[in-house]
């Protein structure tokens, strides 16, 4: 399997390389709600992060709902991020699971408070080390046409060559 994925949204069974399936999709969008409600990535605080303290973040699933705009959040709300970036992927909320949770279900019922924004430099920061740390992980082994491969080769010397 070669891996694919967006940094700031990648699931830590894709970075474990254990297979990707619908999972991770949900932990994405679990991010993208964690995003949209902290107005900042979950697995990067600063710039000063290091590329170890990313991945070790998202592959344990470490992350905190509480101070800036999570004081203003509702329970429900912090009840689905968490479940949607469970770091077990059997325990993750499933797509129908997400459709059905109170927070979405009831949303025509959510206050309409507007979300304080946190300083762009230091989000930028946060999403700048998080591509960082990703880019520093083990790279991907290029692979070359199998024709090139010395096997391939030594077989096409032993091939019968046919003449009229």
């Known amino acids: 399997m070669t891996p694919c994925y967006t940094a700031n949204f990648v699931a830590p069974e894709v970075l474990k390389r254990q297979g990707y399936d619908e999972g991770c999709d949900i932990w994405s ?3 993208l709600l964690y995003t949209m409600l ?12 290091t590329p170890d303290d990313i991945l070790s973040r998202i ?5 905190t709902l509480k101070g800036g705009n999570w004081d203003t959040i509702s329970d429900s709300a912090k009840e689905l991020v968490s479940k949607m970036l469970h770091v ?13 949770h109170p927070w979405i279900v ?25 591509y960082s740390a990703l880019k520093s992980s083990v ?7 199998i024709e090139s491969s010395i096997l391939a080769q030594r077989r096409v010397k032993k091939l019968p060559s046919t003449s009229l």
């Open 59 to 63: 592959g344990s699933g470490r992350f």
């Open 139 to 145: 790279p991907t082994p290029h692979l070359k046409p």
């Open 106 to 130: 009831h949303r025509d019922k959510l206050p309409n408070s507007q979300l304080q924004h946190q300083d762009p430099k230091l989000v930028k920061g946060a999403m700048a080390a998080t």
């Open 88 to 100: 077990d992927p059997h325990q993750r909320l499933t797509a129908m699971q997400v459709l059905k």
């Open 29 to 31: 969008l679990g991010v």
């Open 38 to 49: 902290a107005g900042f990535t979950p697995f990067a605080n600063g710039p000063e992060d």
